[in-house]
């Protein structure tokens, strides 16, 4: 069983549609819960995290996090052709050193 | 914001030769920085955790003699691939956990990567 994994898509979604990409992870003792986004050719970047239960909102993003069933998720609303991308779900667990471990990523494509 | 540089951006060598990359925290001392290793179509892989003044931490599988990494100060740290390979090649990438940054203190900023091409 891999550590983080997620459905590596393609996704695709209309645009102003709301976009769900999912993760789930195998480590219960995982404490931190990162969602990166990583345009072709390019280093991933940070969209945001999560460390409770619940739900997070940024803007159009929203993080939800369930820990009894170690699952993560990244919502987008409003989806636009610029959110077209590879979504990648990163997990921490600080007592294993805190190193952040990576899904093998969602591809999204938004069609306008 | 926190800035981690990578250079270089690309590079394209002959089997046998070693290639060295650079990754520099621009405004912020890192003293732990990581190293990843990403195949097409496949995520991020840590190779590993680079510690300054001190011996890096590799990962299970990962060759520490042919991928050298030295982290000589609070500011630079570099992999170097020795007797590259094909197989070698990749895009690698390096990062720090920024003091600030817009999500907050400690968040894993990544550098723009390098791009391994070995003939």
């Known amino acids: 069983q891999k550590e983080v994994e997620q459905n590596s898509g393609p996704l695709s979604v209309p645009e102003g549609a709301i976009a769900s990409l999912n993760c789930t992870y195998s480590?219960?003792?995982?404490?931190?819960f990162f969602w990166y986004r990583q345009y072709s050719g390019k280093s991933p970047e940070l969209i945001m995290f999560?460390?409770?239960?619940g739900d997070k909102e940024d803007g159009r993003f929203t993080a939800q996090l369930n820990k009894a069933s170690q699952y993560v998720s990244l919502l987008i609303r409003d989806s636009q052709p610029s959110d077209s991308a590879t979504y990648l779900c990163?997990?921490?667990?600080?007592?294993?050193?805190?190193?952040?471990?990576f899904g093998q990523g969602t591809e999204l494509s938004v069609k306008p | 914001g926190a800035v981690v540089s990578q250079h270089p951006s690309w590079v394209i060598c002959k089997s046998g030769t070693s290639v060295k990359i650079e990754c520099r925290s621009l405004?912020?001392?890192?003293?732990?920085m990581f190293w990843y290793r990403q195949f097409p179509k496949q995520s991020l892989m840590l190779m590993a955790t680079?510690?300054?003044?001190?011996?890096?931490?590799?990962e299970q599988g990962v060759e520490k003699d042919k991928f050298l990494i030295n982290h000589a100060s609070l500011t630079l740290s570099t992999l170097t691939v020795t007797s590259a390979h094909p197989e070698d090649s990749s895009f690698y990438i390096c990062?720090?956990?920024?003091?600030?940054?817009?999500?907050?203190?400690?968040?894993?900023?990544f550098g723009a990567g390098s791009r391994l091409t070995v003939l």
């Open positions: 405004d912020f001392q890192a003293t732990t």
């Open positions: 999560i460390y409770s239960n």
């Open positions: 480590d219960r003792g995982s404490q931190s």
């Open positions: 680079s510690n300054e003044g001190s011996k890096a931490t590799y």
């Open positions: 990062s720090a956990r920024a003091p600030v940054s817009r999500h907050g203190a400690n968040v894993l900023t």
């Open positions: 990163a997990v921490r667990n600080y007592n294993q050193g805190g190193k952040l471990i």
